[in-house]
C-alpha cells in the first residue's frame, strides 16, 4: 500500500498552522483585518505546498469570482481587438481578469453562454450582442441578478447601460468632410435596415447633404448585411445605375473591402476615380470611433455597477476624423494622392 494521500485545501492549511480556517480564507485574500504577519505566514506555507485556492468553489461560497466576461458577436477586426485590450487594462487595474468568449453572431450561442457566466458568478458582464435576431435572453435577465453593460449594437427595452458610438455624428462628419472636399453624389452602404445605427448613420448623412444645400438621392443609398459580398454587390449596382458617384462612404470594414474590391474590377481606381470613406477602419480615410475609449468607459461602468452605483440609460462616445489617401478633392485643388487601387 502507498502513502496516503492528505487532500491540501484551506482546512488543512488552517489545522497545521493551528489557525482558523476564517483566518486562513482572509490571509489568502488579503483582508485588511488580517495583520501581515499572519499573511506571511500563511503565504509562505501555501507556496511551500504549492497550494492555489479551488476559484470555482471559491466563487460558488462568496457568489464572486474576481472576473468579468466580455461576450463579443465576433472577434475580428481591429475594433473587438482594441476593446479587448482596454478592457483588460481596466480589469487589471480593479483587481480583475476578463475573460473572452464569442458568439460567433449566433443568438442562440450568445444566449447559452451569457447563461453559463451566470451560473459561474460572474461578477459583471460586458455584451457587445449579435446584429439582428432575437435578444429574449438579454430582455430576460434580472438586471439586479445579473450586472451588464451592452456596447455598440442597443437593443431597446432593456434597463442595462448602454456604451456606443454617436453614430449620427459620425455619418455627418463623414459626409461634411467628403462635401468639403468637392463631392456632391455621395453614396451611402448600410447594414441592416432594422438597426439602429442604421438609421443613425443615415440621419447624419442627410443632415450633412441638407445643410450644404445638396439633395438627397434615395438610389444612392443602399442596405445589406455587413460582409464583403453585400459590399461588393452594392457597389456593382450603384457604380453601374449611378457612374456620376465620385465618393463613398461604408458603414463598415467588411463592407468597404468589399466595395474596393467591386471597384478595382470596374476598372477604376481609389481615390483617382472613387473616395472612400468607412467607420471605424485601418485602411481607408475613416471616422473613427474611438474603440478603446468604448471598451474602457464599458469596463469603468461595470465596475461602478459591481460597486453598488445604479446606473441606466446610453453612454455615448464621439467619434472624429482619421485620414488616409482614399479621399480625392474632387474641385481639383489640394493635395496630390497615390492612387491605392
Do not use: W
Not at 466563487?59 to 461576450?71: D, E
Not at 458603414?251 to 473616395?275: C, F, H, M, V, Y
Not at 473613427?288 to 468604448?294: H, L, S
Request: net charge positive; proline share 3%; with cysteine.
Amino acid at each position: 500500500m502507498g502513502p496516503i494521500k492528505v487532500k491540501v485545501d484551506i482546512n488543512y492549511i488552517a489545522m497545521k498552522l493551528k489557525m482558523a480556517r476564517s483566518t486562513v480564507s482572509k490571509a489568502l485574500n488579503d483582508r485588511l483585518d488580517v495583520s501581515e504577519a499572519t499573511k506571511e505566514k500563511v503565504r509562505k506555507f501555501t507556496k511551500k505546498l504549492n497550494y492555489t485556492p479551488d476559484r470555482f468553489a471559491q466563487a460558488m461560497r462568496l457568489k464572486k469570482s474576481g472576473l468579468i466576461g466580455v461576450i463579443m458577436h465576433e472577434m475580428k477586426h481591429e475594433f473587438f481587438v482594441e476593446i479587448a485590450r482596454s478592457v483588460t487594462r481596466e480589469a487589471q487595474k480593479n483587481g480583475y481578469q476578463a475573460v473572452f468568449a464569442s458568439s460567433e453572431g449566433d443568438t442562440g450561442n450568445e444566449s447559452a453562454i451569457v447563461n453559463d457566466c451566470c451560473r459561474r458568478y460572474i461578477d459583471g458582464l460586458i455584451i457587445i450582442p449579435c446584429i439582428g435576431g432575437d435578444f429574449s435572453h438579454l430582455k430576460n435577465l434580472d438586471v439586479k441578478e445579473n450586472l451588464f453593460v451592452i456596447v455598440d449594437n442597443y437593443v431597446p427595452g432593456i434597463d442595462a447601460p448602454f456604451v456606443g458610438t454617436d453614430f449620427d455624428e459620425g455619418g455627418y462628419i463623414a459626409t461634411t468632410y467628403l462635401l468639403k472636399n468637392g463631392h456632391k453624389n455621395i453614396a451611402l452602404i448600410l447594414g441592416q435596415k432594422e438597426l439602429s445605427s442604421t438609421s443613425e448613420r443615415l440621419l447624419g448623412y442627410a443632415r450633412a447633404l441638407k445643410e450644404a444645400c445638396v439633395p438627397l438621392k434615395e438610389q444612392y443609398v443602399r442596405y445589406g448585411r455587413y460582409s464583403p459580398e453585400s459590399g461588393q454587390e452594392n457597389i456593382n449596382n450603384l457604380l453601374k445605375a449611378s457612374p456620376e458617384i465620385t465618393a463613398v462612404l461604408c458603414a463598415n470594414t467588411d463592407l468597404s473591402e468589399g466595395a474596393a474590391q467591386g471597384i478595382a474590377e470596374l476598372g477604376r481606381k481609389i481615390p483617382g476615380d472613387i473616395s472612400m470613406m468607412d467607420f471605424g477602419g485601418t485602411r481607408f480615410t475613416a471616422v473613427n470611433q474611438k474603440n478603446e475609449t468604448i471598451g474602457q468607459t464599458a469596463a469603468q461602468t461595470i465596475f461602478r455597477l459591481i460597486n453598488g452605483e445604479k446606473i441606466t440609460g446610453k453612454i455615448i462616445i464621439k467619434p472624429e476624423i482619421v485620414e488616409r489617401n482614399s479621399t480625392n478633392n474632387n474641385e481639383g485643388t489640394g493635395r496630390v494622392q497615390v492612387d491605392i487601387l
